[in-house]
């Protein structure tokens, strides 16, 4: 494997992905905000960078993780930024999740200094990037996706890797996946409340529910949360928070009506309002149970 990988952004989901690059056998170079992260992965194998610039100078494929659209507009089109020293032929693999229009408008900055980027957001949280089986979402060029495969295979689960479409699409395709979870979740909450007001064990309820039409990751996964109020961060509310902004954002952009999307909105800021951010979005089930009068 001839490629160096840059990594930029070894945060929760960024340091298991980058270690399982490292796994994978590729050279990685890497680069973050807080250097903890940074000395894990460089004692695993990797190559510290002092920048995303240099980053950009060691590597032609540079992957980047970190929380929002402004922090990926900093950090490759910012002072000492990846763009500032680009290679030509190079690929950006934004894995974040941003604004639609973001991704677009850097992918063009990207083939504008002779380079290609693609927008790849993933699902499947902490536990996914931990076993290298995200579900992985792209937008961009088809050419650049086949370079980039044995990359995306390190870290997701091959059937799992989808090129949705041009830039940008990745993104809305997350959006759109951060829409279903966030019903799927808040109805997950309420369905929990009526049998706990009905006397009936929510337990049993869950594991009836499994095996039919009603099963969903959410309901095993997130359902087992709400059961046992474990609530410690596998993804943080305040960061479905800012993905609600961008849906929000999105479907304004596009004309798209989303009532029961603006609903559960509203209960997840509430979350971030009463400084319940920091834990785990599965925490929007517990919401449903104090509107409900239960503990």
């Known amino acids: 494997m001839s490629d160096t ?25 890497v680069h973050s905000r807080s250097q903890g992260p940074v000395d894990d ?20 494929r540079i992957i980047t993780m970190v929380p929002d659209s402004p922090d990926v507009e900093r950090v490759l089109d910012g002072p000492d930024g990846v763009f500032s020293a680009l290679q030509r032929g190079a690929i950006v693999i934004d894995m974040s999740s ?20 693609l927008d790849a ?8 990037a931990i076993d290298g089986t995200l579900s992985i979402m792209i937008g961009g060029d088809a050419t650049s996706v086949a370079a980039c495969r ?14 949705i479409g041009e ?15 966030a019903g799927t979740i808040a109805v997950v909450g309420e369905a929990f409340s009526l049998a706990r007001k009905a006397k009936v064990d929510p337990a049993k309820v869950r594991e009836a529910l499994l095996g039919g039409f009603a099963a969903s990751r959410v309901l095993e ?25 961008n849906v929000a954002s999105a479907l304004s952009a596009n004309g798209a009506p989303a009532p029961v999307n603006a609903v559960v909105q509203q209960l997840v800021n509430s979350l971030v309002a009463q400084g319940r951010g920091a834990n785990d979005y599965s925490e929007l089930g517990k919401v449903l149970f104090e509107l409900a009068g239960l503990e």
């Open 5 to 29: 990988i840059g990594f930029i952004g070894l945060g929760l989901m960024g340091r298991p992905m980058a270690k399982n690059l490292l796994k994978a056998g590729f050279p990685l170079v």
């Open 41 to 60: 992965l460089v004692a695993a194998g990797a190559t510290r960078a002092g920048s995303p610039a240099d980053v950009a100078r060691r590597a032609t």
């Open 98 to 117: 941003i604004q639609p229009a973001t991704a677009v408008r850097l992918a063009e900055r990207a083939a504008s200094l002779g380079g290609a980027m």
């Open 121 to 128: 957001p993933v699902s499947g949280g902490e536990i996914g």
């Open 150 to 163: 044995p990359i995306f295979e390190a870290m997701g689960k091959a059937e799992r890797i989808i090129h």
């Open 167 to 181: 830039a940008g699409a990745g993104q809305v395709c997350k959006l759109c996946n951060q829409m279903v979870l």
């Open 221 to 245: 996964v997130h359902g087992e949360r709400m059961l046992k109020a474990n609530y410690k961060p596998g993804f943080r509310t305040e960061l479905f928070a800012k993905d609600l902004r």
